[in-house]
C-alpha cells in the first residue's frame, strides 16, 4: 500500500516508521523537507515530496499537521483526487481546523472542551482522537516502534470504537479497546485513540469511497463575480506534477503571467484562472489530472476559468476539451513562448485555446520574467525536447524536438541569476550534454565552464547527461574549472545489452562503462548517480542480474529506479509485457536493496574528510543545519553559534558519521 503522510513532525514519522516497518511505501509531504533532517537518513524508504506530491501518490492519505501548516495540507489533500483513498486526518486540533466530511480524524492533543466544541459545530463528521498523556514525544516512544504497537482506543460510541480498529489494523497496528474516555486517562499506554464522534454508516463506507474535500472557513473570499466574468483583479493558481524540468517550465509561467497583470494566489477556489502543469512520464498521470479538474468543476459555475498545460496536455489535446468542457485552455510545453497572447484570448472570453502545434518548432521558451522559488537554485533550461526515441520513454512526444538556446542567451540569464544573488545554478534538459549551440560558439563542456567562470557563481550542477552525448571534454572540464560541482547524472536504464536494444538507448553495457571509466579517472572525487528501469517487457531474470551487476560494479553513490510503466504513443506499448507487476515490485525492492548496502559502504568513506557544504535550511528539534556537498550529497550538521546560518551560505563541515542517504558532521 502506498501511504502519504502529510506532515513532517514527530507525530508523522512516528506514523511513517511505523508504516515503512511494515512494507508500506510511504511518501511524505512536507512544506519544509530539511525539516526532516536526521530521520530520512534512518528511513530512505521515504520519499519526500510536497502536501500534494504525497496526497496524490497515495492510496492512504495521513494527515499529520499542525499549526499554521494544516490549512495548507488539507487544501492539499482536497486538491489531489482522494478517491478510493482512506483518509486518516491527525490534524492537531490548535490548528482549529474543522474536520473534513468523509475524512477520519484522529487527533493527538487532549483537549475536551475544544473536541466538544469541534463536535458541537462539525455534528456530521466523523473524527477520532488519538492522545497520550506526555506529548507527542510519546509518539516516539521505542515500544511504540517496536513490535506490534498497540492503538488502545477508547471512546462513548462503540461503532467508530469498531471502524477505528478496523482502519488501524489494516496498517498493522494491534487495537485494543479501552472503554469510555475517562477510562482512557488512567492509564498510559504508548498511544491512545479517543473515538469523540457519532460516526454514520454512509461514513463507513465513504471513507473508502468518497473524495472529501475542503470547505467551510478554508476557502478564502473568492475576487472573482459570481456572475462569472473575470474581475479587474487577475488571479491564477498553479499545481506542478513531475520533474525539476516542470518545475522550473511552472518558474517561467508563473513569471509570464505576473507580467501579464495576474496575481498567484494558494488555491483554486481564490483563483481565477486555475492551471495544472502535468507530467506524463510514468503511471496514469493523465488519469490524475482528469479526476483533479473533476473535482473542481463545480468552480466554472462561478466564473474560473481552467487550463491544462505540459506533458498530458500535449499527450490527449483537444480530447481534454470533450471530457472536461469546462477547460478553455490547453497548451504543451513547445507553445509557451505564446502564453501572452493565449491569455489574450483567454481573457476576452475564447474558450477553446489550443497551443498544440508546436512539437517541430525550432524555438524555446526564454523569458526574463522568471518567478524563482527555489531560495538557493537558480534554474537555466538550456535545451528543450528530446530526438532520441527510446522505445518506452514520452518525452519526444509531448516536449518536441531537440532544441538548444544560444549560449549568449543562456550566459545572459546566468548573469542575471547571480546578479539576484544566487551561488549555484543548475543547467536543465532532458540531455542537457546534448546541447548544440545554435551560435556555433560553445560546445557542451565550454558553455559548463563559461557559466562556471560567471562573476559570483560557486557551484553549477546540471542534469540529465545522456550516455550517447558524454564526452571526456566533460570530465576534463570539471576538473579544470573548481565551480562544477562533482557530480554527474548519467542513466543506464538497464545492464542487459539486450535489454538496451530494445529500449532503444543505442549503447551496450561496455560502451557506458567505458564513459564511466572516464569519470572515475578525474582528479575529482565525482560522484555518479544513474535512472534505472526494471521490468522492462521481456526483461528475463538473466537480464536482471546484469543491471544488478552493473549496479555493484559502478558502486553509484544514488540510484533512480522506476517500474517499467507503459505509455501512449511509444514503441515499447506494443511489446508483451511478460513481467508481472508484483515480480516489477520484487525487483525493485531487491536492487533498491543492494543499492543501499553500496551507498552505505560509499558514504561511510567520507568520515573524516572536511567537505564545503551549502546550507539549505536548518533542523532547530535536531539542533542540526542541513545543507549539501559539491557532489550532491545531504549533509546534516552540528552548528556551534546560536544563530543558523542562512540557506544559500557555505561552511566547512568536518564528516564525523555516515548513513547510506546522507552524511553527518560539525561545521569547522
Ligand atoms: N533523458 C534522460 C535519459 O535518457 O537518460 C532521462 C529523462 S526521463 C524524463 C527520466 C527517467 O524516467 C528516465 O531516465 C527513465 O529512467 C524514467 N522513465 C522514462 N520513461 C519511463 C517509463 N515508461 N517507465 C518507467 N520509467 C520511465
Ligand atoms: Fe526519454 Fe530517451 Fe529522450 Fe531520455 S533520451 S527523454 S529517456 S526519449
Redesign the pocket.
Known sequence: MKVGVLGSGTVARTLAMALIERDHRVMMGTRDPAKLGEWMNENPLALVGSFSDAAAYADVVLLAVKGLASADALRAAGRANLAGKVVIDATNPIADVPPTNGVLKFFTTLDDSLMERLQREFPDACFVKAFNSVGSSQFANPQFRSGKPTMFICGNNDEAKAITAQILEQFGWETADMGKVESARAIEPPVHVVVHSRIHQERVDARVQTAPRVAGPLVAHSPYTEEGSMAADKTFYLETFG?QMNAHDSEKVIGTLRQQGYRQVESEEDAGLILYNTCS??DKAEQKVFNRLNDYKKLHKKGKRFGVLGCVAQQEGEKIFERAPYVSLVSGSASYRKLPEMLTRLEAGESRITGLDDRQTDETFETEFTARQNPYRGYITIIEG?D?F?S??V?PYTRGKERSRSSSSVLNEARRIADLGYTEIQLLG??VNSYRDPEGKRGFAELLAAVGEVEGIRRVRFT?S?PRDFTPDIVEAIDRVPTLCDHVHL?V?SGSADVLRRMAREYTPEWYLERIAWIKAARRPISIST???VGFPGESDDDFIRTMDLLAEVEYDCVFA????A?PNTPALVMIDTVPDDEKAKRLQVLLERQREIQRVNYSKQIGQILEVMVEGANPERGQIAGRSSQNKPVNFTYPQPIAPAPGSYLQVRITGAYPNSLVGEAV
Open positions: 520533474c512520464i510514468r528530446c532520441k527510446c518506452y520513454c518525452v532532458q540531455n540529465t545522456h542513466p536504464q535512472d534505472i528501469i522506476f517500474k517499467y510503466s505509455r
